[in-house]
């Protein structure tokens, strides 16, 4: 489907896309998002499938998407968003028990039957040209805007850098495996004990540099509806969690798809009216790390 749909005219592509009023559903094109405070371009292109497009298909609830994404919306792409969501509630569940909420706090708040940024992502990387371009990062340095992401991916490239750390971490792809992201949102909701990861996507290493390098995602969002704060009244440990971070703010005011919108927007190229640094939402500003190497984590 990714292949099909990245081939199709460059002018039908763009009759889909995003956009910079704030949306995430649809065509992305390379060049259309920042990737830092400078206004480097981006040079991936992707392509965003809602989870609730794909699950009420043929009923459109948020936009349309080209004809190769509808020949495989029934057996392909909602497919893998139902098992993206039965795989995220396990996840969820999890860190619910251990974070000594109430049962079925964190599923409710990404309710599948409510309307929500969830989505489905293709990325398509091209091959690397010349020497030069390798050194650029394809997707700069972010935390994802989501509560939980996984990432599916069979060419190298993804590198993290964990806290503490001024050296990006390769990691390396498994068959037969996902990576599995923590976002912001569920950072904020437990109060700052899950955090959310920095990462970023560079040429891959070595000859897999010369091939596409192809993606697939699936970010699970909370609900529209749902306002993005920490559950400090559903449980004792993100409570205490918050009373040791007073100069963190973990009370934002909107609702997560206020939230989602806002986020998005500020990464399209064309809403950048002065360089700022890139700050995720518990307030780490990450701009100004010295990143000193990369290493490759098994």
Known sequence: MGAETMALPFEELMTFEQGD??????????????IDAAGTLDSVEFLNVSKDDALAYPQVIHRTYPSTVNARM?????????KGLEVTYVVLNIFNDKLGLPKG????????????????????????????????PAIGAHTDISSLSFLHN??????????????????????????CNIGDALSLFSGGVLQSNI?????????????????????????????????????????????????????????????FARRIKNHRINNRLV?????????CDHSNRNIVGTRNVG
Request: aromatic share 8%; with cysteine; net charge positive.
């Open 21 to 34: 009023s704030g949306r995430s559903f649809g065509y992305k094109k390379a060049g259309a998002n920042a």
């Open 74 to 82: 029934e057996n392909t792409i909602a497919p893998f968003a139902r």
């Open 105 to 136: 706090t964190l599923e409710s708040l990404h309710d599948m039957e409510e309307h929500s940024g969830s989505e489905t992502r293709c990325i398509r990387n091209p091959p690397v040209q010349i020497k030069e371009a390798a050194k650029i």
């Open 154 to 179: 069979r060419l190298g490239g993804l590198q993290v850098l964990p806290p503490g750390h001024e050296e990006w971490f390769y990691i390396r792809p498994i068959p037969g495996h996902a990576v």
């Open 199 to 259: 990462h970023r996507v560079v040429a891959p290493p070595g000859v897999q540099a010369e091939y596409e390098r192809w993606s697939l995602g699936f970010f699970t969002r909370p609900g529209d509806s749902k306002v993005l704060r920490a559950l400090v009244e559903s449980s004792r440990i993100i409570a205490e969690a918050v009373k040791k971070r007073p100069d963190k703010n973990f009370e934002t005011g909107s609702t997560a798809a206020e939230w």
């Open 275 to 283: 360089s700022t640094p890139s700050v995720c939402c518990s307030g």
